[in-house]
């Protein structure tokens, strides 16, 4: 059984800025290719952010530029430190890890971003 326990959400300004941690946890023998999704209210799921077994990165064109996602070394842990936040980035942001059988899912975490 593989656990993902997300951390760092909560309210900002516009144009604040937050970092979002993501610490998997379980049977997990490998590094593993991870994500950030985020649901906003009456939006359908969405990716923001991933990044692949050897750390490459992608980014949703909503948020290139604004945030950055990282993998603490070697580990299934990863950041998303997120700058210049807007309301519309306002969603419940959850964290993502894919293994070849499997995808396993945090809770989700509120980022709320006043104007």
């Known amino acids: 059984q593989v656990q993902l326990v997300e951390s760092g959400g909560g309210l900002v300004q516009a144009g604040g800025s937050l970092r979002l941690s993501c610490a998997a946890s379980?049977?997990?023998?490998?590094?593993?290719?991870m994500a950030w999704y985020r649901r906003a209210p009456g939006k359908q799921r969405e990716s923001v952010a991933r990044?692949?077994?050897?750390?490459?990165?992608i980014y949703a064109q909503s948020v290139k530029g604004r945030f950055t996602i990282s993998r603490e070394n070697g580990k299934n842990t990863v950041y998303l430190q997120m700058t210049s936040l807007e309301p519309e980035d306002t969603a419940v942001y959850y964290c993502?890890?894919?293994?070849?059988?499997?995808?396993?899912w945090g809770r989700g975490i509120q980022v709320t971003v006043s104007s």
């Open positions: 990044i692949t077994r050897i750390d490459n990165t």
């Open positions: 379980g049977n997990l023998d490998s590094i593993n290719p």
């Open positions: 993502n890890l894919n293994t070849l059988s499997a995808d396993y």
